[in-house]
């Protein structure tokens, strides 16, 4: 296997916790193929069947699902090292749930069902990493359904807000990603979100410079 590949699959979480030439050996025999795709190219649309065990290697892949208005609802960003739609893979309904384009120029290591599932029955590492996947993966869909499904802006925002304090461990959050982009992850138009930043700014609850938002009264994110 080639090394470049190597180093990229040695930050999979496929592969945590194993050496590099454990990941080696247990791929050999393996056949795999490398996808190339850029940016905006799509992966695959809602409903296509999935046939084969995706990993992205480098780049970034975004999925969207579409309402039944036509608007697109952002769902998630997998960078890196990520395994595309793991919980469907095996799934009675194995088709992928949502719109997928690539976000960057991105590479795919694909392998079959089959090899996955030789993997996982041979090594309890690989099993334990792929259940922990679908538990973070199921985790993480639980909250986006929850905040699609909060009555109001307001509760989008401070529910975002306090979930960026606990990951970042402090009360001066960072933000990783443009308004729009946290905007179209709730399902509301940037203007709406910077509208709700404001009042909060103006009620004494948060403080914005820039990028950087201060949370100066956790009280209020905890109602």
């Known amino acids: 296997m080639d090394e470049i590949i190597l180093e990229m699959l040695y930050n999979c979480v496929l592969f945590n916790g194993m050496e590099k030439q454990d990941i080696r050996k247990t791929l050999e025999g393996i056949e795999y193929k490398i996808l190339i795709y850029n940016k905006d190219d799509i992966f695959t649309l809602a409903d296509e069947p999935i046939m084969h065990v995706d990993i992205v290697l480098s780049g970034l892949v975004i999925s969207k699902m579409t309402s039944q208005s036509g608007k697109e ?3 998630g960003r997998l ?3 990520q ?3 793991p919980a469907f893979v095996f799934s009675d309904h194995n088709r992928y749930p949502v ?3 690539a976000g960057a120029y991105t590479e795919i290591f694909r392998m079959s069902k089959t090899s996955l599932e030789h993997l996982i029955g041979s090594n309890e590492k690989i099993r334990m990493n792929f259940i922990k996947t679908i538990s973070n993966r199921a985790l993480f869909l639980s909250n986006k359904i929850r905040s699609l499904g909060l009555s109001s802006v ?4 401070k529910s975002f807000l306090l979930n960026e304090s606990m990951l970042q461990k402090s009360n001066t959050i960072r933000l990783q990603k443009s308004r729009k982009e946290i905007a179209e992850s709730f399902g509301i138009q940037k203007y709406s979100l910077i509208r709700m930043l404001a009042n909060l700014e103006k009620e004494g609850s948060i403080k914005i410079e820039g990028k950087t938002i201060i949370i100066l009264d956790t009280n209020v994110f905890k109602d």
């Open 154 to 157: 307001r509760e989008n925002v």
């Open 83 to 85: 395994i595309i739609a």
């Open 73 to 75: 609802v952002p769902i």
């Open 99 to 101: 719109n997928i384009r």
């Open 79 to 81: 960078p890196a090292g």
